[in-house]
């Protein structure tokens, strides 16, 4: 990996008795996007807020480059960009003049130019915040956590609330800092965002990491599917996955996709018949989520 800009190890947080995050440890690489899903209540936010250095860890150790986001805030926070739910400020003001006194409290060169073009929002600068719709606010909330071009960004639920447009929209953005070299934490709830946007993730669950790694990585911790009709009385080759059948199709959940496809397909073959409707694909992160909340992967 890259030199680590964020290294959290054995970090464990708590609320009085209540421990949300039980000893989780993980690096996001310069350049990296990495993104952190989790159920609900899995200890994301206490988490990230600690890596941000807006708590300290009751065990455990936190890095953001080099250093204790707490005692070294002043420095950790100069190279860093926070996307906040809402940034706060006043609905009066205009865009530009909201962007501009973003530029003046942070202490990196900001180009509110750059920011405005980078978002789109060029034919907005001279709109009261009020008046923006949903997208437009989440859009200048990017705009003004990327000021000054960070090298570090905290994304927590970029696209909440927002119309799939809205959202697909955001993601061009993240993609183009992607593309940019910035390192990106993102916290989301849409699976679809870590899976297009992220080079790793972690699903977390009740206080744990349950499962990380790279796309691949995540989806091979989960069988394959293959799924066809096989026609009446068809008895099936010798496979390495388990096969189920309803109706007249059958299920088969694999761990060797490949293997077990052209196995089937050479079956066929020599019986001179077509699968009908083969559907052969790896799981989904949908599959992976599901099998993390059921507790199968903790
Ligand atoms: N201030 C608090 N006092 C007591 N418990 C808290 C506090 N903040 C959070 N918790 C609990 O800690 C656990 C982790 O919360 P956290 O907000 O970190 O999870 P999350 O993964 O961000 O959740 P969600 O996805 O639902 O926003 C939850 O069970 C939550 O109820």
């Not at 929209?169 to 699976?191: E, F, M, P």
């Amino acid at each position: 990996m890259a030199e680590p800009v964020i290294e959290v190890s054995g970090l464990r947080c708590r609320y009085g008795e209540f421990e949300a995050v039980r000893g989780i440890d993980f690096e996001v690489g310069r350049g990296e996007l990495f993104a952190l899903l989790g159920t609900n209540g899995a200890g994301k936010t206490t988490a990230v807020e600690t890596v941000e250095g807006l708590r300290a860890p009751d065990e455990g150790a936190v890095r953001v480059f080099g250093r204790d986001p707490r005692a070294d805030r002043a420095e950790v926070r100069r190279r860093t960009g926070v996307v906040l739910q809402d940034s706060g400020f006043a609905g009066e003001l205009t865009v530009l003049e909201t962007l501009r006194l973003g530029a003046a409290l942070t202490s990196r060169k900001s180009d509110v130019d750059a920011a405005v073009a980078m978002l789109g929002l060029d034919h907005r600068i001279g709109v009261r915040v009020k008046g923006l719709s949903g997208g437009e606010r989440r859009r200048l909330d990017l705009a003004l956590a990327v000021l000054g071009d960070p090298e570090l960004l905290f994304l927590d639920e970029p696209t909440t609330g927002l119309d799939p447009e809205s959202r697909r929209a955001a993601w061009q953005v993240v993609q183009s800092l992607r593309a940019r070299g910035t390192t990106v934490l993102l916290t989301t709830h849409y699976l679809e965002e870590a899976e297009r946007l992220a080079h790793r993730l972690a699903i977390m669950h009740q206080g744990r990491i349950a499962v990380a790694g790279t796309l691949l990585d995540v989806l091979a911790t989960q069988r394959a599917r293959i799924g066809f009709d096989p026609g009446p009385g068809a008895v099936l080759p010798e496979l390495a996955g388990s096969a189920e059948f309803t109706g007249t199709r059958v299920e088969i959940r694999t761990p060797a996709l490949q293997r077990d496809l052209r196995v089937l397909l050479e079956w066929a073959e020599q019986r001179g018949v077509e699968l009908a409707g083969l559907r052969a694909h790896h799981a989904s992160l949908d599959d992976v989520f599901h099998s993390v909340r059921e507790e199968v992967l903790v």
